[in-house]
């Protein structure tokens, strides 16, 4: 009991010291306000609508397991197929066209800079030029490590060029893909 009051009278004489001012424990509780829940049937409530209102540009909040099946899922699979199709050894005859390996190569890396562009827009949703930074930077390194995987694959080699026309197949499929997908719509005139 003696220890109790002491702790009483040291805490008053600290309180006008003490950080925030608080004198006694009265002081320092938290006060708490009841919060009335709200149904449809009670109608609005008085603050404002307690549902969110979506944005003209917004893209949609997936839950997580769903944002990897349509997201990331697919960046997946493409990329093992690509993996699957460099671990066979290069045909043996040549195709018709001159350089049509390097446009195969151009279009197959768009299509994975397309795909990392929409995982990372859902994720990253104020930064465009972050997005696309890093759509690119990935498609690209993923060319990157097939061509040195290709390295290995017997009868296959390792081709800078290669690496050229994935760089610039990200870099377009990247740019195209935001051109026509997300550029901001126009206004309509009102009659």
């Known amino acids: 009991m003696l220890i109790l009051l002491k702790l009483r009278l040291w805490t008053g004489a600290a309180g006008p010291f003490s950080l925030y001012g608080a004198a006694?424990?009265?002081?320092?509780?938290?006060k708490?306000?009841?919060?009335?829940?709200?149904?449809?049937?009670?109608?609005?409530?008085?603050?404002?609508s307690n549902k969110f209102k979506k944005r003209k540009n917004e893209i949609p909040a997936y839950p997580?397991?769903?944002?990897?099946l349509f997201?990331?899922?697919?960046?997946?699979?493409?990329?093992l197929l690509i993996y699957i199709q460099s671990s066979y050894p290069s045909p043996e005859r040549v195709p018709q066209f001159p350089y049509i390996d390097k446009l195969v190569h151009?279009?197959?890396?768009?299509?994975?800079g397309i795909l990392f562009y929409r995982a990372y827009r859902i994720h990253i949703k104020n930064?465009?030029?972050?997005?696309?930074?890093l759509s690119i930077a990935s498609s690209s390194l993923y060319g990157i490590t097939d061509e040195l995987?290709?390295?290995?694959?017997?009868y296959r080699n390792a081709d800078l060029m290669d690496v050229l026309a994935d760089v610039l197949g990200s870099i377009l499929g990247?740019?195209?893909?935001?051109?026509?997908?997300?550029?901001p719509k126009a206004d309509k005139p009102k009659k």
């Open 32 to 48: 708490t306000h009841p919060v009335r829940c709200y149904s449809e049937k009670d109608g609005q409530p008085p603050g404002g």
């Open 64 to 68: 997580k397991y769903k944002s990897f």
């Open 149 to 154: 995987h290709q390295h290995y694959v017997p």
């Open 174 to 183: 990247v740019y195209a893909y935001r051109f026509i997908m997300d550029k």
């Open 71 to 79: 997201y990331w899922l697919p960046i997946f699979i493409y990329c």
């Open 127 to 133: 930064n465009l030029k972050l997005v696309m930074l």
């Open 24 to 30: 006694n424990c009265k002081n320092m509780s938290p």
């Open 106 to 112: 151009l279009v197959a890396y768009a299509l994975l």
